[in-house]
């Protein structure tokens, strides 16, 4: 009978075991997930740009640094993207974002180019593609943070220690970036 009770433990303890370890692995899958959301979300951007760029491009006076910086800030977003470094993917996604609201902005002095159809839909398109990015990037870090609070949680730990799950990296923009676009400064002509 003890013989019985005792690997009656042991295979509750051992359930018990898988059970935190199958919960851990589903947490890093929804993590990859997540990603994997935001990735795609920002390869249809980095597509559109291009396009929105040219359309812009047709009217000659309008702003070419702007679209520079913007064709640059793309490149950039798409290899931190790539290579998954999420503080410099931040930075850079948070200087497009702006440069975007810039491009936005400044086709408001150009009413020919704000009346062009194509201009007006890859725009909205891309206003669109914006405010997804930012509800999976919401999606994303709340699945890091689950993430990273049960590999850090007893008895939790143990088991992402034993089998090396680790701590993921949030995607967070800095204060600067968060902020809207100045359109004032944007019209002013200095």
Known sequence: MKLVIFFGIIAIVLLYFVTL????VNLKHAVARC???IDVLLKQRHD????LVEVCKQYAQFEQQTLSRVMEARSAVAQYAQSRNMEGLGHEE???RGLIGQVLA???AYPELKADQQFSHLAERIS???????????LYNDA????????EQFPDVLIARLFNFPAARPLQFNAAEKRDVDLARLFRQD
């Open 21 to 24: 370890y199958n919960a851990l």
């Open 35 to 37: 990603w994997a959301n």
């Open 48 to 51: 559109e740009l291009p396009k």
């Open 94 to 96: 948070g200087k497009l």
């Open 106 to 108: 400044v086709a408001e």
């Open 128 to 138: 669109q593609l914006e405010d997804t990015i930012a509800d999976r990037r919401e």
């Open 144 to 151: 890091v943070n689950l993430n990273n609070v049960r590999i």
